[in-house]
């Protein structure tokens, strides 16, 4: 890039701090994302440092329901209350004492997918290098006399090519073993998501979580026009190595591909909710299925930290602008 034609680097790419005005997101701190080839989204400083919004050469690809933005103070971690303000956006991570559906477990009651998707980071820096912008933020997680998990988040994104890295560390800051679960619940919204969208999940075995999804397994790659009243269809993926999943519309020439270490993050959730304002598919890999942190210790397969241990988990994102781009991507993600 010629500087000599440029003032401020902002006028290419870069990254502004928002604040929300009025609302029940009153304050939240955002900060837009530009990097200059057409990315842009928006990481919510109030909430995980997850990804609010994100779009490609303006048409957007995630969903946002229709709470839209919630502060954290608006939590409700009783229950089903994170519905109340579950905004989805393209990321919301759920965890990390609890993923899934609600559940008495080892004397406590854990919410719905946890907590960690409504607190504040509690440091949050940016900084911009030639070929990437990355944000770093610290989500703390602790509890006096309990639990004391910290997340370490690192979102970069490429100033040369049209994707992005999620790098988590979770850290057992605590003198306690303590569970540790996390789903990256990404959600696909229109117009990327639409009746003429291609699911691409090549995992080698599928299971419905329910009967209604264990009934239309057969059918869990098609998209559907949104219908009222719609009951949600999960589908569990298994890959053995490299996860990978991808979704184009050749209607807006749109599409992205999450490829991850299935070694690391072992389940892979696909949710389909074709309701009418809430047409959404959920594309989530992690280290748990959401049936409850019960379910998981039950079954021997729920992620701990001994005190003083970490965790790594990583996602990788490419956003294409064409069909061949996308099949071209997908194929030479899936080889590497």
């Known amino acids: 890039m010629d500087k000599a034609y440029i003032g401020h680097m902002s006028q290419v790419s870069g990254v502004e701090e928002h604040r929300l005005v009025g609302g029940r997101g009153d304050g939240m701190r955002l900060f837009l994302v530009r990097n200059g080839r057409g990315l842009e989204f928006t990481v919510s400083a109030d909430r995980c440092a997850d990804i609010s919004r994100l779009s490609v050469d303006g ?52 919410p719905l997918h946890g907590s960690v998707g409504n607190t504040p980071a509690e440091s949050i820096q940016t900084h911009q290098t030639e070929d990437a912008i990355v944000i770093q933020a610290k989500i703390d ?79 869990w790659q098609e998209i559907t026009k949104p219908q009222p009243q719609f009951e949600e269809e999960c589908f569990y993926h298994q890959f053995t190595d490299k996860g990978l999943a991808g979704i184009y519309n050749p209607a807006v020439q749109k599409g992205l591909v999450i490829s991850y270490d299935a070694k690391q993050l072992p389940y892979f959730v696909q949710w389909k909710m074709m309701g009418e304002r809430e047409y959404v598919l959920g594309l989530e890999p992690g280290n748990c299925h959401p049936d409850g942190r019960d379910k998981m210790r039950q079954s021997g397969n729920l992620a701990q930290l001994q005190p003083g241990e970490e965790v790594s988990y990583c996602i990788d994102l490419h956003f294409f602008r064409n069909e061949s781009d996308w099949r071209n991507g997908f194929t030479r993600i899936n080889q590497e």
Do not use: W
């Open 141 to 219: 997680q602790s509890e006096m006399f309990g639990r004391k998990l910290v997340l370490y988040r690192t979102i970069t994104c490429s100033t040369q090519d049209n994707c992005l890295s999620i790098r988590d560390r979770i850290v057992n800051e605590g003198d306690r073993i303590s569970p540790c679960m996390v789903l990256y619940h990404m959600n696909m919204g229109y117009p990327l998501l639409s009746e003429t969208a291609e699911l691409a999940i090549p995992s080698e075995h599928v299971s419905g979580r329910t009967a209604k999804a264990e009934k239309g397994i057969s059918h």
């Open 59 to 110: 048409v957007n690809l995630g969903y946002f329901s229709p709470v839209g933005y919630v502060a954290p103070s608006y939590y409700d971690g009783v229950g089903n209350g994170f519905l109340k303000s579950f905004t989805a956006g393209f990321l919301t991570t759920c965890g990390l004492y609890a993923v899934g559906t609600p559940c008495h477990d080892e004397g406590e009651d854990t």
